[in-house]
Every structure is written in C-alpha cells, then in structure tokens.
Nanobody, 113 residues
C-alpha cells in the first residue's frame, strides 16, 4: 500500500521561499510519476507540478518560473522548491502518485502580504 508523508509547510512573507518534501513508501518510487496539487481557501484542488521517472517536469502556468519540482530516488522523496511566493500561493499542498488515489496529508502553506 502506497503511503506518502509530507513536510515543510509554514508561514512566510510574500517574496519568500519554502521547500516541501514528500516521502513515498510501499511503491517502486523510481518508476513512478509524481505530482503536487494544492487547495486554497474556498477553492477547488488544482494541479501544481509533475515529475516523471526520467526527471522531466511540467508546471501549472501560475507557478512556472517560481516553483521547481525535483526528486531523489535514492531517498524515495519528491521536493517542491517554492520561490517568490505570493499570497495567492496560500493553500494546503498535496503530493500524489499518478494513477493512484493516494494523497499525502498536505502541509499548509501561508503566504502573508
């Protein structure tokens, strides 16, 4: 059974940076496509970024150029480096394995203006 444990959320001022981590177990992580999603207050859950097993990446237009998704297969971990944060980035962030219904528990990120 796939399990995802996230960490790294917090409170930051606009323009600041945070890094989220997602550690996976119960799966062959190196072969999996991983994604980040987020859900802001009163909003639908939305796609943020994806990284394939080969390391190629894809981003939502709202975060491209500011966020970087990466992975360390030796640690079964995916990261989301978030720079130049804006108040609109305030959300609970979730990681997931493509093709599964398993979600991490979502570290909250709050960006103050």
């Amino acid at each position: 059974q796939v399990q995802l444990v996230e960490s790294g959320g917090g409170l930051v001022q606009a323009g600041g940076a945070l890094r989220l981590s997602c550690v996976a177990s119960g799966t062959i992580f190196s072969r999996k496509t991983m994604s980040w999603y987020r859900q802001g207050p009163g909003k639908e859950r939305e796609f943020v970024a994806r990284i394939w097993s080969a390391g190629n990446t894809f981003y939502a237009p709202s975060v491209e150029g500011r966020f970087t998704v990466s992975r360390d297969n030796s640690e079964n971990t995916m990261y989301l480096q978030m720079n130049s944060l804006k108040p609109d980035d305030t959300a609970v962030y979730y990681c997931t394995v493509l093709g599964t219904t398993t979600w991490g528990h979502g570290p909250p990120v709050t960006v103050s203006s």
